[in-house]
């Protein structure tokens, strides 16, 4: 058996990109029964979000296996699937063989300024060592009048509801993990890691230091998820 591999908060990109290696093959349905079904509603508000249209080119990062990006391609858009787990990629480019998916880094994108119409990332962010840099990048390659949707996990806005959910995430989520992932410990890193994300309005609020203008947010399962969106308006 090999090493069990799981990231730690400080978020080294290798420990990262290893931790999501490890969990690939059975990434999107362990997604599906840990969330309860609920990732297939939260990423059709996504893809309504994003609103791609025939012709535009979409970034979708941290694509993983590249399921996050079929909406956009059944709407018409050009969409590159990004991520830096080479492993999630593989996967995906056996399952979706004529998507360009692409090795990147957030920090780092391999793409030129102005390319994109929209740019989405769903669950990712919060596990890139620096969220800043990462949103400067995302401003850095959309085309002047392009958007930026964020999909990420937040704060449950209902005070008792929120104290049931961290109960979920610390005690329930990882026996559940260990069930059905092949990489348990991964999910444990998942449970601290969404303790510790900032807020919706934190969050907006780094969106707008990195550029973006108009920026906004709508709540999902009662702020479990929270939808950013942002506009590049020069």
Known sequence: MGT??????????????SM??????????TNDLLSLGQDRVWRREVAKAVDARPAQKV???AAGTATSSLPFTRAGAYVVPCDFSLGMLRVGKRRHPWMPLT?????????????FDAVTISFGLRNVQDTD????????????GGRVVICEFSHPTWAPFRTVY?????????????????NPEAYVYLAE?????????????????????????RNLTGG?????????TG
């Open 4 to 17: 069990v591999t799981r990231a730690s908060l400080d978020k080294q990109p290798h420990e990262v990109a």
């Open 20 to 29: 999501f290696d490890d969990v690939a093959e059975r990434y999107d349905v």
């Open 59 to 61: 970034l979708d990062l």
């Open 103 to 115: 090795a990147g880094d957030a920090t780092r994108l391999p793409f030129r300024d102005d390319v």
């Open 133 to 144: 840099a990462a949103l400067r990048e995302l401003y850095r390659v959309t085309k002047p």
């Open 166 to 182: 961290t109960e979920y995430l610390m005690r329930a989520l990882p026996p559940v993990a260990r069930a059905v992932s092949s």
């Open 193 to 217: 890691s969404i303790r510790a994300w900032p807020d919706q309005p934190a969050l907006a609020e780094r969106l707008r230091t990195a550029g973006w203008s108009s920026v906004a947010w």
């Open 224 to 232: 479990i998820v929270a939808l950013h969106r942002g506009f590049k």
